[in-house]
């Protein structure tokens, strides 16, 4: 695995595709070219990133996300036992007009410290707002105070 990116990236994963696309931060967190991290890798590969442990977590919280289409939040590790960073992941899958799964969108970032287990989806939301206040991403700003707002809206 190369050195570990800074910032806020986004990913989309097309769920009827199984093809994961991200920008060049998720694709230097995980250890992917930019050029695959544009073609769209598998799920199946992003898991394998995952230290065991938090992947089968991991993969029961998406699939749970899947179903509900509530917003998401998390945090992991990646990489080895040896050499691992804890990354925020903040989400949302979106449905089509059948309400099918469609394409599940968030922000990454690699935290600067532990998260702590049980930190709430709000924690979450406020750590990676404001890493994206410090560096002056207004995208991630945006795209951050409003998964803020939508944690906050009652449920429909």
């Not at 179903?67 to 939040?73: D, H, N, V």
């Not at 992941?89 to 690699?110: H, K």
């Not at 998260?115 to 994206?132: D, H, M, P, Q, Y």
Request: proline share 3%; net charge negative.
């Amino acid at each position: 695995m190369g050195g570990f990116a800074s910032g806020v990236g986004f990913v989309t994963w097309d769920v009827c595709e199984n093809k994961l696309h991200g920008d060049e931060v998720f694709a230097c967190l995980f250890g992917f070219s930019v050029k695959q991290a544009n073609e769209g890798i598998s799920i199946e590969a992003v898991l394998a990133k995952i230290i065991p442990g938090d992947r089968e977590r991991i993969a029961r919280e998406v699939h749970t996300a899947l179903l509900t289409g509530e917003p998401y939040a998390t945090s992991y590790s990646i990489g080895t036992s040896s050499n691992s960073r804890q990354v925020v992941y903040l989400g949302r899958c979106l449905r089509d007009a059948d309400g099918l799964p469609t394409f599940f969108s968030g922000t990454l970032s690699a935290s600067e410290e532990p998260v702590e287990e049980g930190n709430s989806a709000e924690a979450l939301c406020i750590t990676a707002l404001s890493l994206a206040k410090r560096q002056h991403n207004e995208v991630a700003t945006r795209f951050l105070a409003n998964a803020l707002d939508a944690l906050h809206s009652p449920r429909q």
